[in-house]
């Protein structure tokens, strides 16, 4: 197992001013708000892609993740997730879109913030679409298509977790940063420079002695 020794953090965190931030962040205390993410909605081929259920799950994962360690929100229980998520349901009821979801709906389990999104794969492009809402003012925050290689994964997620939340409180994230990590690999006597990231997902060596 690897001894990681932190040599560099990378996390340098963007200070950017927003002009409608729902958080503002810098005052002497926040509260964590309260948010709701739902099960991700396939849009794609159920039989041909089998595996798609893990897939969701993984991504939500990491979703999660990102949105606990960021330090703003509080993430409500997995299931609160309400109703059957289909399309439609991505975006609030309308008059054109009747099929859409309830505002109530969310405001009853005490929901501030919430996430929706959809995902399916394009060859072999995973493409998400992530929807985002203040539940208390019912207006959409971030609604953005992600699309990248299966291989960048986690990156893309990392990439949409830190649009949602610079909307949300005008400041950058470390999520897309990189971490420089000095370790011992096994079997090695010496140490060596790595990078990786937040996560340490993505390890690339640097040095070789």
């Known amino acids: ?27 002497a205390q926040i509260e964590k708000s309260p948010i709701a993410v739902s ?20 991504i939500r994962d ?18 609160v997730s309400l109703a059957n998520d289909t399309k439609d349901n991505l975006k609030p009821k309308s008059v054109t879109n ?20 959809s995902y399916y794969l394009k060859n072999d492009q995973l493409v998400i679409d992530f929807y985002s809402y203040h539940v208390g ?10 699309e990248g290689s299966l291989s960048i994964q986690r990156k893309l997620i990392h990439t949409m977790i830190d649009d949602f939340v610079y909307k949300v409180t005008g400041k950058r994230t470390f999520l897309t940063k990189r971490l420089a990590v000095l370790a ?16 340490g997902y993505n390890k690339q060596q640097l040095t070789k002695h």
Not at 137 to 146: D, H
């Open 62 to 79: 990491i979703m999660l993740k990102d949105l606990s360690v960021v330090g703003y929100f509080r993430l409500l229980s997995a299931n």
């Open 137 to 146: 003012r019912k207006e959409p925050i971030l609604a953005q298509k992600y």
């Open 184 to 199: 011992t690999p096994p079997r090695v006597k010496h140490r060596e420079l790595f990078i990786m990231d937040w996560d």
């Open 1 to 27: 197992m690897f001894k990681y020794f932190f040599l560099l953090l990378l996390m340098i965190v963007q200070v950017v001013t927003a002009q409608n931030a729902y958080i503002q962040v810098g005052e």
């Open 98 to 117: 009747p099929g859409g979801f309830e505002w109530t709906s969310w405001q009853q389990i005490g929901a501030t913030f919430l996430i929706k999104w």
């Open 39 to 58: 099960e991700g909605v396939f849009l794609g081929n159920t039989v041909t892609q089998s595996g798609y259920r893990a897939m969701g799950q993984s």
